[in-house]
């Protein structure tokens, strides 16, 4: 108790009182995750403004071998932005500078903090923005992008958040701060620290400030809802779409049965007379007028594979059908809680997992049903299985994660390991690189107290 004291007494000589907070009421907001699902009680929750705040706090923390969650909007989804018990959580959200958009590079230097919706506000005038694009966009931060190498809407066209990473500035284990925000293109002079850091998931650093990539905005857009008759046709759409559009910015799956469910759960008039098989949400992007009449020639071109089709590139009807995508979290999440598995596949291999993994947890879990949406040129399927009898939970991730590995995907896609993936790690990662997993955690942060628990097992436990 007297080093609880003690700590918080360090800690508000770094930040100041009113930016640790350890009220239990106050600190709640932080404690639980987005899906509810995780959650445990925090030493304190401590809200550093600056670089050298967030340096004292981690320095502090390590003295009293006090382990620290660094958390950003806490929107993550593997349970990585919340304390197991007795951790401070280092919210970063106040960390909020950008600077100039730099024109010649077209980069820009934004806090771990800024929220990704706010940083697109702020680039537009400059005609660029992130490329990154998510749901939750609203309440994501530049440093949780970052830690979890978030993917998102946009990855077809310009890759993942470690694409859009120039260089990182972060606070290491011991307190001392590295720093990459130069912006040189170019730089081979050893190891690649900031890319170490991406998808880390505090682990390894606290992100504090990052250079971006940005690239030029496309205003004018095109929005069209497929109906598709089966994941496999989808697949096939959406890879000649990209062929044959350069302006394809965006092609997203959703299975039939999860089309109806958020038109059910949301209110939304159904896009299509019958429930398809499957849908395809694609979207063109142009500076000059939007690719309309391309996108039509293309999805003709696709020919019996597309049944049916609403198309706009007026913004309020666009956002009508967005929201038949973008509100599916949202719908599931009332429905359920579901358990959700972001996973990746070979694109060859991503319709026969998508037939064979409703079919097998259907017959497995009686009464549980699979929805299945995603970044489908990314190979990226959300696997969100609801209705699972209580206490299932770990066989279904299990049933899921096993057919995944078998067909040569990836247990976690774009969302991390979190916590709620530790234990299946092994699924995707030899025996040799999980060793340099641990060597490598080890030498950063040889005390473990950066999100002990998260990616790795935390030291001691056993791992299934
Ligand atoms: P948090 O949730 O606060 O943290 C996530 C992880 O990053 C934790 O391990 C945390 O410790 C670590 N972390 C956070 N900040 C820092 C920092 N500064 N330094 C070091 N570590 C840090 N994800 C996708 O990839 N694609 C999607 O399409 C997508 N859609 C989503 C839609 C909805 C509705 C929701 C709720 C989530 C979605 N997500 C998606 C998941 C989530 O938004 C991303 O993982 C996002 O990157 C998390 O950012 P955050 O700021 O909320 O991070
Ligand atoms: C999405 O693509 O909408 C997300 O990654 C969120 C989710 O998986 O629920
Ligand atoms: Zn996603």
Redesign the pocket.
Known sequence: MAGREALLAELRGVVGARHVLDDEDVRAGYEV??TRRWRGEALAVVRPGTTAEVAGVVSACAGARVAV?????????VG??VPAGGEVVVS?RRLVDVGPVDPLSGQVTAG??VVLADLQAQLAPAGRELAVD???RS???V??????N????RVLRHGT?RHQVVGLE?VLADGSVVSRLGGLAKDATGYDLSSL?VG???TL????AARLRLVPTRPERVTALLAVRSVADAVAVAAELRDRLDSLDVAELVVGPTLALVARQRGLVPPFAVVPPAALLVECGSRESAPVDELAEAVLGCGAMVEDAAVSEHPSERARLWQHREEI??ALQAAGPPRKLDVSLPLAGLATFADDVVVRVAASFPGATCHLFG?VLDGNLHVNVLGAPEGDGEAVDALVLGLVAAAGGSIGA???I?RAKVGWLHLSRSPAELAAFRSVKGALDPAGIL?PG?LLPAPGATSS
Do not use: I, K, R
């Not at 969650?69 to 989804?77: D, E, S």
């Not at 440093?143 to 979890?148: D, H, I, K, N, P």
């Not at 978030?150 to 809407?153: P, T, V, Y």
């Open positions: 995750d987005w969650v660094p958390q950003g909007g806490n929107t993550g989804l990585g932005s970063l771990a903090g998510l749901a939750a309440s994501a931060t440093g949780g992008l970052v830690a979890t978030a993917g998102g809407l958040m972060a850091l880390s998931e505090g650093g606290v992100v504090t979290t949202e970044h774009e969302h991390g979190g999100n998260v």
